[in-house]
């Protein structure tokens, strides 16, 4: 399980960017671990794949 910051650096963005995208709906929801925030990585990977077909949508890049 992957903590804020350990979230961030694996996803290659600030903390504070993911604190903004997880504000924004746009960062999967973390599972509570008291009063911390933790991820699983299937999530995060889930998570990275679903951004990469977004940019070929948005850029038109074949698949």
Not at 20 to 33: V, Y
């Amino acid at each position: 399980m992957f903590d804020t910051k350990a979230a961030a650096a694996y996803c290659g963005i600030a903390v504070q960017t993911l604190r903004n995208k997880l504000a924004a709906g746009e960062f999967p929801e973390p599972h509570k671990r008291g009063r911390l925030n933790g991820w699983f990585q299937d999530e995060l990977d889930a998570h990275l794949r679903s951004e990469m077909d977004d940019y070929d949508v948005v850029h038109g890049v074949a698949s």
